[in-house]
């Protein structure tokens, strides 16, 4: 069953990029597991979370030994969280 998630909350694996959250074709699915009693939204898990990690482990060393990103390797959800936590502090009020 597919259902919209846009607007909650997502462990940072869905940020890892498609090149690692793909497996023959199509991503991953997120298996559902209940709801979070405080905001009734849904909550799940990766499938293959293991996999998904050792894919991304895996990309990140051929990016290091190879002096940075690769063809074929998507870095846009890592780069956007990353870029929203260095800069965080310039929005924030100065006491």
Do not use: C
Request: net charge positive.
């Amino acid at each position: 069953m597919l259902q919209d998630v846009n607007g909650v909350g997502a462990s940072i694996e869905l940020y890892l990029g498609t090149d690692v959250l793909s497996e023959g074709g199509s991503l991953v699915p997120i298996r559902l597991k209940g709801r979070d009693l405080s905001t009734g939204h849904p909550q799940g898990e990766i499938v293959n979370k293991k996999a998904v990690q050792k894919r991304f482990m895996e990309k990140a060393r051929t990016a290091s030994a190879s002096g940075g990103p690769q063809n074929g390797q998507d870095w846009r959800g890592i780069d956007a969280i990353l870029t929203v936590i260095i800069n965080a502090h310039r929005a924030a009020p100065h006491p």
